[in-house]
């Protein structure tokens, strides 16, 4: 049986979270004179003189809207990669406690796991990239608190089969991560709507991929109410600021535009497959269900070098497990995509 409580970590329960001016007044007031910041003002013509919200309220209510996940089963991080570290730091007790992940997918769950010493166990996709749940169930310890599953995967394209994240959500009693950063340009159902049925689901989701804002840093996991208050007794106070609330804000009331890019982005993304499945240095294109395509070469090493040679960079996948010979290629705009099949053409004339 799922137990939050036993889960957390103990020091996490009994935390004392830091208490900020703001959160220690509420009520009218005009004069604040309580934290400490510059009255004055600052040399920027818009000031942002005051400590932000430091639970984003007014972002939340926008995400609430458009996600339909109440405002208090939402977490907002700079970037995912702060969800899933706080995930590491509220629920994985270092040296104690492991986690398992389904490579190849997403290096920062390693990275976590490595920065906050909690063993990571790999249970490697089958060779369709699809859960291999018999190994899952080998190396399952009472202390495994977290299991990572990113759908649709990076670097490998694909969604991960609803039934065995059903099975795992059913039968594992730790936290079930799904890091849904590239749902936007899917046609699979995202878990948001499983959160009412699973007290153990957390969802990652992210502005860095469809809505074009990975330089602003904000990422949201969606989870209950309770896991929710976890990450957020942990974070530092303000740990999203005023420009970005803003900037999330006006973008968050333009999702025309974004799908409108998500249209675009997914077109070209079938138009350069196709395109790319006409080279005979192409052996696979396999299929995506994300911004990118990850496409085995006869010769990746000799591919990678001569687009860099022409200023196009793409990611190479070839040294990861079930990727050997993989580069993996995000969808441009037509005209980059065009340049970039343009190069691969040259590369075949050599
Ligand atoms: C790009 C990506 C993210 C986004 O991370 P941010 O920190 O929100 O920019 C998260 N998960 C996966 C699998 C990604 O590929």
């Known amino acids: 049986m799922f137990n939050l409580e036993q889960l957390v970590r103990p020091n996490i329960s009994t935390l004392k979270p830091y208490s900020s001016a703001r959160d220690e007044f509420k009520g009218e007031a005009n004069i604040f ?4 910041e510059n009255s004055l003002g600052s040399p920027l013509v818009k000031w942002y003189n005051r400590y932000p919200d430091p639970l984003q309220l007014k972002v939340k209510e926008k995400i ?3 996600k339909k996940v109440p405002v208090d089963q ?3 991080g700079n970037g995912s990669d702060e969800a899933i570290d706080l995930l590491f730091r509220c629920f994985c007790e270092p040296g104690i406690d492991e986690v398992v992940v389904f490579p190849p997918t997403y290096g920062m769950y390693e990275v976590s796991a490595n920065i906050n010493n909690v063993k990571l166990n790999k249970v490697p996709l089958t060779t369709t990239f699809q859960l291999d749940l018999e190994t899952l169930e080998q190396v399952l310890k009472p202390n495994t608190k977290i299991i990572w599953i990113c759908s649709p995967n990076n670097p490998t394209g694909n969604s991960i089969d609803r039934e065995a994240i059903e099975m ?3 039968n594992f009693d730790g936290l079930v991560v799904i890091d849904e950063a590239y749902i936007n340009f899917s046609r699979q159902q995202s878990w948001l709507s499983d959160l009412v049925d699973y007290p153990n689901l957390v969802v990652l989701q992210t502005l860095s991929k469809a809505w074009g804002l990975a330089g602003i840093r904000l990422g949201n996991a969606f989870a209950s109410k309770e896991i929710v208050g976890y990450l957020n007794k942990v974070k530092p106070p303000y740990n999203i600021s005023e420009p970005v ?3 999330a804000i006006k973008s968050l009331e333009e999702i025309g535009q974004v799908n409108d890019m998500i249209v675009t982005l997914v077109n070209e993304r079938q138009i ?9 240095d192409v052996l696979e ?5 994300a911004n990118f395509l990850l496409v085995r070469f006869k010769n990746a090493a000799g591919v990678y070098n001569y687009l860099v040679e022409h200023g196009i960079v793409v990611r190479d996948r070839s040294n990861v497990i079930h990727c050997e010979g993989c580069l993996r290629i995000t969808v441009g705009t ?3 995509n065009k340049k970039l099949l343009e190069s691969l053409s040259s590369f075949n004339k050599l």
Request: charged content about 15%; overall charge negative; aromatic content about 12%.
């Open 33 to 36: 004179l309580d934290a400490n």
């Open 64 to 66: 609430s809207f458009i």
């Open 74 to 76: 939402i977490f907002l």
């Open 168 to 170: 795992i959500l059913n």
């Open 245 to 247: 609330q803003e900037l």
């Open 272 to 280: 350069l497959a196709n395109a790319l499945l006409q080279y005979e």
């Open 285 to 289: 294109v396999y299929p995506s269900d």
């Open 334 to 336: 037509p005209l980059e």
